[in-house]
């Protein structure tokens, strides 16, 4: 039984691929005598011939991956295409690192526990990136003897 014509004048019709459309098996006698665009026509009316649904891609595992991503699981060595400071430019870094080290000596200076002239010294020597972080700027001032160390920390 070829019905490859019926197929193409109702993919036609019906504004779709030859692939989507569907086509009863009990009335397959009666869609083999549809010769014409009009017999095809009626038997779409019929619901003898129909388009299946475009089927599409399910959005559910990529919704679960980006979940994921915002907790910030999936950045293992495997998921890394950029090397680290394109990942986290040089900029970003150094800009993470001095804003607490100017705040904190911001605050000693305010606080009085240190003096203008150290402040100054200290601020230079930051933007020199001689300290790495807070607490190595905390420990040079401690050992330097300018303050004093905190026994609870």
Known sequence: ???RNQRRLASEILKCGENRIWMDPDNLEEIEKAVTRR?????IKQGIIKA???KGNSR???RKRMLQ??????????SRKGKATARFPKKRAWIKTIRPI???LKELRDSGLIDKKTYRLYYRRAKGGQFRDKAHVKLH???EGLIKADKNE
């Open 69 to 78: 991503k915002a907790k910030g699981r999936r950045k293992g060595h495997g």
């Open 39 to 43: 017999d095809v026509k009626g038997l």
């Open 1 to 3: 039984m070829d019905l």
């Open 141 to 143: 001032l401690e050992t």
């Open 102 to 104: 100017r705040a904190y």
């Open 52 to 54: 299946k649904k475009v």
């Open 60 to 62: 559910g595992r990529i």
